[in-house]
């Protein structure tokens, strides 16, 4: 690691400071004397010089000691002229301002920028010393504190990161007040130099991004990366999706704003503040009728309200100029990846305990766990990512096994450490899936947004083909077989089933069921095992029961009496554009890979082999575990 800019070359960039101030003519001079005169740092005098750009170059390597700036200001700029020091002068400045460590925090940046090329105490800042061991999706903690305000600490900081990245974007927030400071020290400086009149400076317009001078965090942005980028050489840009994010977070920040804020209140909004215009008051100065009963704490509601004062009422709520600072702020870091990572496949769900997602029923859970849960113990992990969206083509009850080739699936990663992941590590993660909590994975693959959009678009033209257990409350005929063998494209009605109305909109849905496929069960004269396909959507446990009469026709009704479905599987889920991106080809009514059948001419390993009935019910055997 490099070691803190500065160095040999140091006096020479300090007195850089002071020539670019004296280049700026007398009024610029004066300008930073009363600054430095207030607990104001070299480099946020340099903003008020018109020279805030220049941070960021030459200037910014290293700010001279405000004192000495002062001095030879004071000194130089009297004359109008820069007489030079000498080589053994130059030396024994630097030799002081290095031996000397401001007792004081700048009143404006509040040590954000002065204390940018400070030494840094105790050596390179680790990722041992910042980074903590946290679990994953932590949601509350992404944030971490850095050891100091410097710029090597932060260079360390970024080096640390476990990210893939080739250049970094630099993101910073300030608290309110450092804004508020600087608006307080414009006031000052409009009254002691005549600076910011108002015929050319209107208070009550001012807004971030009018700000009349370079503000903080530009200010800060130009000096990290300049700094980073001779550190450690990694370029910055605005477009990049690899972010390091700031946030500087100031103790004295609710003493400056509250007593403010507390005025600039709706019930206090006429005292102090421009009046509302109009016979409705249109606003009540920065407060409309529909704020009137909202906190006016952001910063834009801050700087109109104090805006619309005059020095002295504002001095009553916020110091004019800015008082002094005891601690300097703190930084709080995060690195954030914002390429966002897909990852597609199929998922078999061969348990019935077990929901698609997290299932909650009157603050209980229903289940042992979700295949997303399962999912993402393993995903996670791999792809090192704070957290993930599952998002599947569509889904099944909890008692529903998702049998055949699968369900498809989307995994959008956020914030992932990994951002691709070969096929062979892929596969291996498959193999990596505990076959015993019910869910296996296949099919990963790395996938582009489009692929989402595809599996979405395409979920309403899918079809599904299901294997179900029917019972009915008389022994089943060889006519009753006929008449639903013979169903094809039948159109159905369902209205929003029972079980279902207390979370989906009560609406009439037409549904088609493509074909039909039934064949009786060896010894079980009731029961029946029923193949069939169907549109998306269809309610398939209705349509055997009728649902009171809600689903019309259904299979109750067609064969005169009461039937339930007893057990159901999913054995197919047919969205042919998405098939086909995965290489498949598939065969009309063909056996599915993992041997269960999707085809209506051969019974269902799964649904059938395994069931015994017991006491007038159709109950699953022992094999569904080994399964």
């Known amino acids: 690691m490099a070691s803190r800019v500065g160095g040999a070359q140091g006096p020479a960039i300090r007195d850089a400071y002071v020539a670019a101030v004296v280049s700026q003519g007398q009024k610029f001079i004066d300008v930073a004397c009363n600054l430095l005169s207030k607990s104001v740092c070299p480099r946020c005098c340099l903003r008020y010089c018109n020279l805030g750009h220049k941070l960021g170059g030459v200037i910014g390597g290293t700010a001279p000691d405000a004192k000495y700036m002062l001095d030879s200001l004071k000194s130089r700029g009297m004359e109008g002229s820069q007489p030079q020091k000498t080589r053994d002068e130059a030396v024994a400045s630097e030799s002081v301002n290095e031996a000397s460590e401001p007792d004081w925090t700048c009143v404006l940046c509040l040590g954000i920028l002065q204390n940018l090329d400070r030494e840094q105490r105790g050596g390179e800042c680790s990722s041992a010393d910042f980074w903590e061991s946290l679990p994953f999706a932590d949601a509350e903690k992404k944030w971490r504190l850095a050891p100091s305000l410097t710029g090597q600490c932060l260079n360390d900081i970024l080096n640390s990161s476990e990210h893939q990245f080739q250049d970094y974007g630099l993101d910073i927030s300030l608290s309110d007040n450092v ?33 009349p001078v370079v503000t903080v965090a530009d200010a800060a942005k130009q000096a990290i990366v300049a700094i980073i980028n001779r550190t450690s050489g990694c ?43 109009g016979r409705h008051g249109r606003g009540g100065g920065r ?39 005891s601690e300097p702020t703190k930084v709080l870091v995060r690195m954030v990846q914002n390429q966002t990572t897909y990852v597609a496949g199929r998922y078999r769900k061969l348990s019935r305990e077990i929901s698609q997602t997290e299932f909650i029923v009157d603050g209980k859970r229903k289940g042992k766990t979700s295949v997303q849960e399962i999912i993402e113990g393993v995903v996670l992990p791999l792809f090192r990512a704070d957290s993930l969206t599952f998002i599947p083509a569509g889904r099944e009850d909890m008692d529903v096994r998702m049998l055949g080739d699968g369900r498809p699936f989307v995994l ?32 990963l693959r790395m996938v582009s947004r489009e692929h989402v959009m595809r599996m979405k678009d395409g979920e309403k033209d899918k079809a599904k083909r299901y294997a179900a257990i029917v019972w009915i409350t008389r022994e089943v005929t060889d006519a009753d077989f006929e008449k639903l063998n013979a169903l094809k494209n039948l159109e159905i009605n369902q209205e929003t089933p029972l079980r279902v109305a207390h979370r989906r909109a009560a609406l009439e849905r037409k549904k088609e069921v493509h074909w039909v496929k039934c064949d009786r ?33 259904s299979i109750a009704s067609l064969l005169g009496c009461d039937a339930v479905c007893v057990q159901l599987d999913v054995v197919d889920v047919i969205m042919e554009e998405l098939d086909s991106t995965e290489g498949k080809v598939r065969e009309s009514e063909s056996a599915s890979e993992k041997g269960m059948l999707a085809s209506p001419s051969k019974k269902p390993r799964a649904s059938v082999e395994e069931c015994e009935v017991k006491g007038g019910r159709a109950e699953r055997g022992e094999a569904e575990g080994s399964k």
């Open 179 to 211: 804004m508020l400071r600087d608006a307080a020290m414009f006031r000052s400086l409009r009254a002691e130099l005549g600076l910011f009149p108002l015929n050319e400076f209107n208070f009550l317009r001012l807004s971030v991004k009018h700000w």
């Open 235 to 277: 370029p910055s840009s605005n477009g990049s999706l690899f972010r390091l994010c700031l946030n500087y977070q100031s103790e004295q920040n609710e003493k400056d704003v509250s007593p403010l804020a507390a005025q600039c209140r709706p019930s206090n909004a006429h005292n102090g503040t421009r009046r509302g215009r």
């Open 412 to 443: 959008e990663l956020q914030n992932p450490r990994e951002h691709t992941i070969s096929r062979s590590v892929l596969e291996k993660t498959e193999a990596s899936f505990d076959i015993s909590q019910g869910v296996e994975v296949s099919r």
């Open 287 to 325: 407060f409309n009728k529909r704020k009137r009963e909202e906190k006016s704490d952001t910063l834009a509601e801050l700087l109109g309200c104090a805006g619309g004062m005059n020095d002295e009422n504002l001095n009553s709520f916020f110091s004019i100029p800015p008082s002094p600072v």
């Open 521 to 553: 069960i060896e010894g079980k004269s009731n029961y029946f095992v029923m193949w069939l396909q169907t549109s998306a959507g269809t309610y398939i446990k209705e349509l055997v029961h009728s649902d009171m009469g809600r689903t019309v026709p």
